[in-house]
């Protein structure tokens, strides 16, 4: 979001975050810090459930009143409960002859039910019905395309596949420390992202290697407990460090192999911040991943620690030539550089306004 913002300011363009203010810590406050200058129509942040929940009809009458207020020529909404408010809010200015462009992006979120289960059914209908007040969908993803044509249906309106992007000096090499750890983690505490998985396959490769691995975990999360236990119940605690959210760039020193061991995603920034990098990395071949290192890649996996384990061995024993795997940096940025990205989305939003 940060970067799609920064090159659509760039551009001329008057920008805005309407977001909730529940969720995140000190690291993301100080990313809203440097960011509010830049940004002609505000930070402005209110309470929003993750899940659809009684508290909702409060925050969208507050998250209304703000987008009211703002007057938008275009409503670009991420996320199920985003996109919800996006085409609900952008729908009611319609009412009042604004001719407020509707987009949303689809990722995560919803798209994970299982389509055959109820509450699966209800969100999908759900979408269903929220496309006819939709303008233009924006996939960041072949993966998602796929599960919401799969899940939801054949979209009936103007669609786009947009990557995201990263800004040029994300593409500048990171040097890892003198003293860096084997292994770093950087996500969320959940096992959705698959900490434990992790865990444990640090404990199976340190055999396998003839040495015991050190590795750093980095992130916040209501789950972030239950692996401290984790890693002292598998003897783990002299060998594991955890600390709080960082910029990615921070925590790449701290380590010499990234691993991203998710149990599922849909295009995840780290995978492209940690190849844009020039930095060594494991990953689970979930979401859009594998449109990341294409498809075959030896650098993937199943979210299974033994697996992970077996790759680390690999990638550990000769790690210069594990390295040699990892996508090229010049056909990255070709693909993945912020200033493709914001200009694809910003045809999106004209088309969507000429409607």
């Known amino acids: 979001m940060r970067d799609l913002t920064e090159a659509q300011v760039t551009a001329g363009h008057s920008v805005g975050i309407v977001c909730d203010s529940t969720t995140g810590g000190e690291f993301e406050e100080r990313l809203f810090e440097q960011m509010k200058d830049m ?9 929003m459930q993750r899940h659809v929940g009684p ?21 670009h909404g991420h996320g199920a409960k985003g996109g919800a408010y996006t085409r609900l809010f952008g ?14 992006s689809p990722h995560g979120g919803s798209l994970h039910y299982d389509e055959n289960t109820t509450t699966g059914k209800l969100f999908f209908a759900l ?15 072949d993966y998602e395309r796929r599960t919401y044509r799969r899940k939801v249906g054949e979209p009936q309106i103007p669609n786009t596949l947009v990557y995201n992007g990263l800004r040029a000096a994300e593409f500048e090499p990171a040097i890892s420390s003198p003293d860096a750890a084997d292994l770093l983690y950087i996500g969320m505490m959940r096992d959705l992202k698959g900490p434990d998985i992790f865990i444990d ?6 055999p396998r290697l003839g040495r015991a691995l050190t590795a750093v975990m980095v992130g916040a999360g209501d789950d972030l407990p239950r692996y401290h236990a984790r890693v002292k119940r598998l003897g783990l605690e002299g060998y594991v460090r955890f600390l709080p959210p960082m910029p990615a760039r921070e925590a790449f020193a701290l380590a010499a192999l990234v691993i991203v061991p998710s149990r599922a995603e849909a295009m995840p ?3 492209l911040e940690t190849l844009a990098a020039g930095k060594p990395m494991i990953a689970t071949s979930v979401g859009g991943i594998p449109e990341i290192f294409g498809s075959g890649s030896p650098a993937l996996i199943r979210p299974d620690p033994v697996e992970l384990a077996d790759k ?6 000769d790690l210069a030539a594990y390295r040699k795997l990892m996508p090229d940096g010049a056909s990255l940025k070709a693909r993945f550089g912020a200033d493709v990205m914001a200009a694809d989305i910003e045809k ?8």
């Open 39 to 47: 940004l002609a129509l505000g930070i402005h942040r209110t309470p």
């Open 55 to 75: 508290g909702d009809l409060a925050s969208a009458r507050r998250t209304y009143r703000i987008i009211k207020e703002l007057r938008p020529d275009v409503l």
């Open 91 to 104: 729908s009611l200015l319609r009412v009042s002859r604004s001719r407020v462009a509707r987009l949303y």
């Open 127 to 141: 979408e269903r019905f929220m496309a006819r007040f939709t303008d233009h969908l924006l996939f960041v993803s």
């Open 201 to 206: 396959a640090l404990a199976l490769a340190g």
């Open 269 to 271: 920034y780290i995978v």
């Open 312 to 317: 680390v061995r690999q990638a550990l024993g």
């Open 348 to 355: 999106a939003y004209f088309a969507a306004l000429n409607k």
